[in-house]
């Protein structure tokens, strides 16, 4: 089976899923990662790397380039696929006042993209960003709409289109134990299609998201990580954002639970 996750940034697919990626790409499949743009707007935090030497734009983007390769060599996945897009920046404001970042480029042409990479990479199953974009990110929001938009389309240009579309998500429990709105960002447990046990692979995502160095920064950085978000190292949960095909009675434990 292929697995193809689009994401916005690097250090995405590390926080947001990188067990269930891992996961899937040691039982065989073959697992795939887009990731928007470099990155090019993130926050240098790691106290050993001297953020003169990597300002914001093409320098930060590729150091950031090679944490997310790093990244996926350590999940055991597809080295990645960039489109080459600008991070816009958080929050709202400043990417508003970036009209070289990605929120500013054409909804369509993003779409167009993504579709033929679709028709390459040929997918069963895709993951990418809800309509919150996890944590209200306009890069992630933007790009979630791109993806949905994708993937219904398939059905008219590929005689095999993805059959599930995934979101990952926290329900509001979890969502309620960080900063952010739990009713915002969070869902119902009774949304939740999918729930991943990680925790054999807890090792596996804390070296994931450290690989990001310069943004998730040392132990003491990670630490923050986890504080924030509670429970990333136990379980992801992902909602279904479209489907074609049957599934079974939510919640399972696998992605493919059910395949026909
Ligand atoms: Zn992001």
Redesign the pocket.
């Known amino acids: 089976m292929r697995l193809l996750a689009i994401?916005?940034?690097p250090?995405?697919e590390s926080l947001f899923c990188a067990g269930t990626l891992a996961k899937y790409a040691a039982l065989g499949h073959e697992v795939y990662l887009i990731c928007a743009t470099r990155g090019e707007q993130g926050q240098i935090r790691h106290p050993a790397i001297d953020a003169s030497l990597y300002p914001k734009g093409k320098a930060l983007g590729q150091l950031r380039e090679k944490e997310l390769e790093a990244a996926c060599a350590i999940l055991g996945i597809r080295p990645p696929i960039f489109l080459d897009y600008q991070d816009s920046g958080y929050p709202l404001e400043v990417a508003q006042a970036n009209p070289a970042g990605f929120i500013h480029q054409d909804l369509q042409q993003i779409e167009d993209t993504l579709l033929e990479y679709l028709a390459l990479l040929e997918p069963q199953v895709v993951i990418g960003f809800d309509p919150q974009g996890y944590y209200g990110?306009a890069?992630?929001i933007h790009l979630h709409r791109a993806t949905l938009g994708a993937f219904w389309r398939a059905g008219n240009v590929m005689p095999e289109p993805p059959k599930r579309l995934f979101f990952p998500l926290r329900t509001k429990e979890r969502v309620a134990q960080t900063k952010f709105h739990p009713h915002r960002y969070g869902v119902s447990a009774n949304s939740v299609a999918v729930r991943v046990d990680v925790r054999p692979l807890a090792d596996t995502i804390r070296s994931a998201v450290l690989a990001h160095a310069s943004q998730a920064g040392p132990e003491e950085n990670f630490a923050q990580v986890l504080l924030d978000w509670p429970g990333i190292l136990e379980e992801e949960t992902f909602v279904l954002g479209g489907l074609r095909g049957a599934f079974p009675a939510m919640p399972v434990d696998d992605l493919l639970a059910g395949w026909a």
Do not use: G, K
């Open positions: 994401f916005a940034h250090d995405d990110h890069d992630h």
